[in-house]
Structures are given as C-alpha cells and as structure tokens.
C-alpha cells in the first residue's frame, strides 16, 4: 500500500533535508505535507522548484493531519544522526494520530521507550531504516554475479551519488535496460522500499552488507546494477564505508559525483581532491582488489548559470578524458549513453575479480 | 587483581589460536592451563617453544580446574567470531564452576539467554571483551595531540601488527620512552586490559573509536602512541576497518608489517601487495587526509632459517629503501632505534594534520 507521508523538518526543509528531497523526487509514496514552521504557507513548488513536485508545507503536525497522512517521515539526517530534542513533542503527535514512524536516523526510535510504548498503545508502528539486518562477512561470491555492476563514488557526502544512481537508473530502463538501483543509505531504502544502511552495519561486516545488496539485485534478475555510493575516499570520518563499497560491491565501473564547490570535506578542514586525482586514486585503490575504471563523472552544479555549469562540465572532460555532465540539470541521457558500451551484460570490457 | 586464565582452544592451540599466544606472551595475567584435548599432557614450552612461558595443556575444563584457575579464556578468533558448537559444553562447565568467562568473539556470549542465567545463577560474570562502547563520531581532536602516533598496518590479517607493536613500545621503554600500546582487537584488549574492538564499531563510527583510543593514551600522558593496526588496505572484507585505523589515528608514522609468505590474503584469492607497493600505497592514502610515512618494515619470518630470514629483511630494505627487521626473531631494539629519531615529541619530523 502506498504511504501518504507528512515529512517533519523543522527549521531545516529548504537547506538540509536530504532525505526529504529525495523521497519528493524519486519516492514511489506520496508526500502530502511538510512541516516546517519557518516556511509555512507557503508550498513545495515555491520553495525547491527542482523537485518538481508540490505539497503543502504546514507549521505542525497536527496542521498536517489536514492533509490525511498514513506515515510521518524523518525528514534530514542530521550529523551524528540523533532526533533532535526539540521534536520529541512532533514526533508523539504523530504516534497519537495513528501515524506511521519512518525514521533513517542513527538513533533507533523503537528503542526510545517512550516512542514505543505510545505506539503500542496507539496501535501504530516504527519503521527505522537505518536498522541493519545481520549479514554474514563478504565471501566472494559477488564476483560471480553476471550483470555489469556500476558503483558511484563521489568528493564528498551528500553531493548527489543517490541522485546520479538513480538518474542514470532511469535512463537505463527508458533505453530498454532493466537496471536496478541498489540503496546503501537512509533516503535510497526510503526510495526504493529495500536496501541496508551500509554505514550502520558493524565495520568487519560492511563489506559483507554491500556484497549482499549486489547479490540480491542479480538475484532479482537486474541486467544493470547501480549502487549508490556513500562518504568519500578521503574522507577523515566516513572513508571507511566508501571503501567498503569499494571491496565489497566488486564493480566493474565507477561514476565519479562531484560537487566543484567543495573545496573541504563537509564539517572537517581535509580539502578535497581534484578530478584527475580523485579518478586516478580510485582506481589505484580498485586495481589491488579488483580493478574497475572510472567512466564518467557526474557534476552538481546547483546554483551556478547554465553557462558556468557548461564550463565546469568542459573542465572536468579536460582534466581528466572522460565524459562529463550535470546528470539533473541537463538529463542523464547522454551521459547513460557514455557509458553502457561498457555496462552491458557481457561486454568483454568487462573488469574480472580476483575469483574468475 | 590478577587473573588465572585456563585458555580453552581444543584442537586449535598448536595453529590457530592468536588470542592465547598473545596473552600467553604479552598478557600481565597469568596463565595456568591450556584446554586441547589434542594436546593434551604436552606443555607450552614443548609445542610453541617461542612463547617463552609454560603451562600444562590439559583435555578438559574440568583437568584444569586443578590448577585454580579464576577465568576461562576463549582463545581463538575464528572466521566470523562464533563459538563454535562443540564448545558450548566446556564454558558451561567453566561456568558452573564460578570461573569468569573472557572472550574476544564476534558472537557476544553475554547474550546467549543460557549462558547469562547460568553465570548470574553461579554468581560468576562474562566479559565480552570485544563488545564495543558507544563511541563519538570523529572529530579532529587527533590532530591536536601532541605526542607522536604511530600506527601498524600489514599486508594481511594475523601478520604480527599486534606484536610489533607490544615489542615497539617494551624497546621505547626500555630506552626511557613513556610509551603507550593502543589495543584495537581482542587480543590487545585481552593483554593491555583495556581498548576497543574496532571491527565491531557501527562502520559510521570506527574512525571515531580509533580517534578516541589515541585521545586516552595521550591524556595518560604518553610520549610515544603505538596503534595495533587491523586487516590491510586491499582486503576484500576488512580494508573499511584499516582504513578507519589509518584516518582516525592521524597517525605521524605507520610500520609496515608483513609476512612475505602471504602471496594472497588469507581465506580469499586477492593477491597482497609487494613492499614497494604497499608503502607507496599507504603514503598515498595518508596524504589524501594527514600526510605519513612509512619508517620501516616490520617482518614475521617464522618458520624461515636465520640467514633466509636476514636475506628477506635485506631485500624488503633493498626495494624501499627502508629500516627492516624480524622485531620476534632479533629483538626490537634495532628497528625501534632506527624510527625513534622522528617519533620524538616536538620533533620537527612530524607530519601536520589539516586542522593544524
């Protein structure tokens, strides 16, 4: 059954609301209100016309209830990942109208003592995303899986490698491909209904969670794997998972995402690295496993003219040789087209693992 | 107070069984028996020479209550972390018996509904060595510590970083250096009695585990840190747990260990990396967050004779142009003299962090 989501972030739904931004786009539930007291009245179309979606944004939860929600959504993913004390109150409004709790929070709403026993009583349920199942440790078998498998990785968090995934995803299946995105983060399992939280899974097994993920997208019988990407190779809090990713989703081509204005790693000083060094390291890191290219590299180039985002496309292609876009800006199309030579179900291009 | 431990690692002692050697040769406990029934009537000294300790090995947990001991030691870390089935019985014997349950496994045995209603019936506890503390995101608070931090990463798993690193820090101190060891797995957990289990942080949070860790040992005011590293950095499973090692400690040096009959990483086909590789590979990686170097090679050259152990020291120097040594075989005592020049505090050497 569909969700009919209200999405709760106070304060936060115009700047850093990942999670809601990406379930408005991509989402196959509905989204029937936001709540933000800072923007209410006005509407989603207003607010982010990218979205291309609209909704009411309303100043509470119980001015949601206007629009008959089924589901009250968790709308940021906040550093470090708590609710924020302050929602407490929104949160055990929405428990008492019977809605649904949709959380990808680090913090487990379901363990909160008093987030359960309200929902007990009021015969509604907690949903966190960001729960991992117990997967067993990486053993390989990834390498055997027969459809092309191409993962995105990126200079830093939340610069748009679920956006890319899901674009080229997209432009996959309008060319006849039956490509599978495959979620790794809160806002991906929120879109897609499946997927494990790569980052929450206990470090020895991370890998192991991004070989599953792959193995149940071939499973499931996906001519194309896509895999969202998460955090960055050099990233001093967050590398970790990347690799992770890296090893245990065994691709056979990466998509570099890029956000050119970051010029240091989101809440840390490290700077970030340029477009030749972040393909060349990457693959240098992918040849001592199993060795991949980078294919292309995917741009966010919000907030700039189209003329400058034309000049920083161009740039990219310069420094590095490789095909470049702004896969939101201007469609994934060409850039798909780039690409699925190489990412088609037994081209010879193909990279080969350890194991074949 | 002092523990005696009989160690449990039936049919496992001789050849797998790195938690025992490690406390058997580095712990501050004391160790009464061995439970091998494959060994049994033999003692220490006559199967693991190297050990320079004794002990009995006796068949069962009920022969080595003879020897009073006052805790039972899990003594292997298989593939996975579980107990395996056929042990269940003997910790339940060592239960009953009031001694203290010590493990390092993945499986938290302080779980298991049995074995904690027996231990709170026997009025006895478990000490899940490896179940880890919640811990802080990372936060660059690393960069500001002002003793020197050394880390050891390898060229696989169970190649002896644990060991260099306890005999690095014995040599600092044997030269007058207050230098700290850092435990980051069960084992080191186990000999230094305090430490995280890094590989069983949540992924998000295990470079904060190991930024943590190094943040302790400089407020017990150490001179010199010496992390234990964990995995190597192209392990197909356990690369995202070194790579959290290598960002979170902000290391100023990494050791190099290696052992040069490891073709390929244990358990999986990956082939591991040469010495000029691997040194190349790491600085590479540590320049991308704080710039390190690799001050020597540490080499497990067991089972080798004398002179072939000397010819693979000189051709691990020839290749990288780097101090080398067995640190077990010779003592450590070469190799800490060569690196100590630059792991001096206030020493102009030091690499920078990028908050510095």
Redesign the interface.
């Known amino acids: 059954m569909t969700r009919r989501y209200a999405i709760l972030a106070p304060h936060r739904f115009e700047t850093d609301a990942k999670t809601a931004h990406g379930v408005i786009r991509y989402g196959s539930d509905d989204v029937v209100a936001i709540v933000d007291s800072a923007l209410a009245g006005k509407r989603v179309k207003d607010v982010l016309p990218f979205l291309e979606s609209d909704a009411p944004i309303v100043a509470t939860v119980p001015d949601a209830l206007e629009y008959s929600p089924t589901a009250l959504l968790i709308g940021t993913a906040p550093?470090?990942?708590g609710l924020p004390a302050d929602w407490r109150d929104a949160v055990l409004a929405a428990i008492d109208a019977k809605l649904e709790i949709v959380s990808g929070l680090?913090d487990i709403l379901g363990d909160d003592r008093e987030f359960r026993f309200r929902a007990q009583a009021a015969g509604t349920t907690i949903w966190d995303v960001r729960e991992p199942p117990d997967v067993?440790?990486?053993s390989?078998a990834v390498y055997d899986v027969a459809a092309p498998i191409l993962l995105t990785v990126g200079n830093d968090c939340a610069v748009g490698k679920m956006t890319v995934s899901l674009e080229l995803v997209r432009a996959a299946r309008e060319a006849g491909c039956n490509a599978r995105f495959v979620p790794t983060g809160q806002t991906g399992i929120i879109v897609a209904g499946w997927g494990i939280s790569?980052?929450?899974?206990?470090?020895?097994f991370?890998?192991?969670a991004a070989e599953q993920l792959v193995l149940y997208a071939a499973h499931e019988g996906a001519d194309l794997i896509v895999v969202e990407g998460q955090g960055a190779?050099?990233?001093?809090?967050?590398?970790?998972?990347t690799?992770?990713l890296m090893?245990?989703c065994?691709p056979d081509a990466v998509i570099l995402v890029c956000d050119p204005r970051r010029t240091?790693i989101e809440s840390?000083?490290?700077?970030t690295?340029g477009y030749a060094e972040l393909v060349e390291?990457h693959e240098?890191?992918l040849a001592?496993?199993k060795p991949a290219k980078v294919l292309g590299i995917a741009l966010r180039t919000a907030g700039s003219s189209d003329r400058e985002a034309r000049a920083e496309i161009e740039r990219a292609t310069r420094e590095t040789g490789l095909p470049a876009d702004d896969v939101v800006r201007f469609g994934p199309e060409r850039l798909y087209a780039a690409i699925s030579p190489v990412m088609t179900k037994g081209s010879p291009l193909r990279a080969e693992g350890?194991?074949e």
């Not at 790569?198 to 020895?204: G, H, L, P, Q, T």
């Not at 190779?233 to 998972?241: F, G, I, S």
Request: no cysteine; aromatic share 6%.
């Open positions: 550093k470090g990942g680090h067993p440790l990486f390989g790569v980052d929450r899974v206990i470090a020895d991370a890998a192991g190779l050099n990233h001093p809090a967050y590398a970790a998972v690799l992770a090893t245990g065994a240091a840390y000083g490290t700077p690295l390291l240098r890191m001592t496993v350890p194991h």
